[in-house]
């Protein structure tokens, strides 16, 4: 437990502006090793006298250790990380947490529902997808094309698969309006069928929305997928943060079933 719990340094390698109150860091290790991670796990960021938050990996580390996170201001911490510049020295501990279901999505026709800063999580799983042998397809619903992030990363998924972007507030009249639900069968129509799998991150009534939907629709509990990334705390399931029902989302998730989810939250209302 105590090397987990103890951060290793790490250097900030580059920053831009990504998106409202949104940067995206690259980060690389100082001492030349990297280390591995899979699509949907975290890590943390250490900053002396701000203490330290969770974020998920948006590319997995390279052969060079270098590694990404996109990153909004929200609180002491991050606005002390927008302070920093290219070549600081910050904390690092991880990966952390469960990952997104490789094996089980390989060959079927996958559906990625992505809403607000909840893209990140999911884009290292897009990245996979897009070169395997699998049928995907992404819709992206924003409050307005201010608030989307991933420009570079969305631009390179335009090549590979299908995707819609939708607005609450479009900035013009060729722009989709309404949530991601609302166009699921255009997307479906792209992505060559009924989706066989969901993944999905984004506000918590979004992903509640989206598993009763495909439920409904009769698609199984076990192929639909979430991420609770906005319950990362401590990593290792000592600080009670991120407690649902038996289990402890940042040891046993992020990445849950709707199966699982909904056993979960009936124990909490038990």
């Known amino acids: 437990m105590k090397g987990l719990m103890t951060p290793q340094t790490i250097r900030i390698a580059e920053i831009y502006n990504d998106g409202e109150a949104s940067r995206h860091f690259t980060f690389e290790a100082t001492n030349g090793t990297t280390h591995s991670a899979k699509p949907g796990q975290f890590f943390t960021l250490t900053l002396p006298g701000y203490g330290e938050a969770a974020f998920t990996y948006l590319s997995l580390p390279d052969a060079e250790g270098q590694f990404k996170a996109l990153i909004r201001e929200t609180g002491s911490l991050t606005s002390a990380l927008f302070k920093c510049d290219i070549g600081d020295i910050i904390g690092f501990r991880g990966p952390f947490g469960n990952s997104w ?8 026709r996958v559906l990625i529902i992505a809403g607000g800063i909840g893209l990140p999580p999911l884009a290292a799983i897009a990245d996979h997808l897009a070169t ?9 619903g924003s409050r307005s094309p201010t608030d989307q992030v991933l420009k570079y990363e969305r631009s390179a998924w335009h090549m590979y698969m299908p995707v819609l972007e939708t607005f609450d507030h479009p900035s013009s009249k060729k722009q989709l309006t309404g949530t991601p639900l609302d166009h699921i069968a255009e997307i479906e129509t792209k992505l060559g069928g009924q989706p066989e799998a969901i993944l999905t991150c984004g506000p918590e009534v979004m992903m509640n929305a989206v598993g009763h939907y495909f439920v409904q629709n009769g698609l199984s509990p076990e192929n639909i997928w979430l991420a609770l990334e906005r319950r990362m705390h401590c990593g290792v399931g000592e600080c009670g943060h991120c407690y649902l029902g038996s289990s402890y989302v ?10 699982q989810l909904t056993q979960l939250h009936s124990q909490t209302t038990a």
């Open 101 to 108: 279901p490789e094996e089980q999505l390989h060959g079927k």
């Open 132 to 140: 395997d042998d699998t049928q995907a397809a992404l819709i992206y």
């Open 250 to 259: 940042c040891t046993d998730g992020p990445v849950y079933s709707w199966q």
